[in-house]
C-alpha cells in the first residue's frame, strides 16, 4: 500500500489510484493464470 499525504489523495487522484491498483491486480492474477495453470 502506499502511505501518502491526503493532500495529495483529492477526490480526483483516489479513483484513479484505485485503479491502479485493481489493474495491477487483475495482471497478477492473470500472470499467474498463464504461468501457473
Not at 485503479?19 to 501457473?36: C, G, R, Y
Request: aromatic content about 22%; proline content about 5%; overall charge negative.
Amino acid at each position: 500500500m502506499l502511505f501518502l499525504p491526503k493532500e495529495l489523495l483529492g477526490l480526483s487522484w483516489a479513483p484513479i489510484i484505485l485503479f491502479i491498483f485493481e489493474a495491477t491486480f487483475l495482471v497478477n492474477q492473470n500472470l499467474d493464470d498463464v504461468f501457473f495453470f
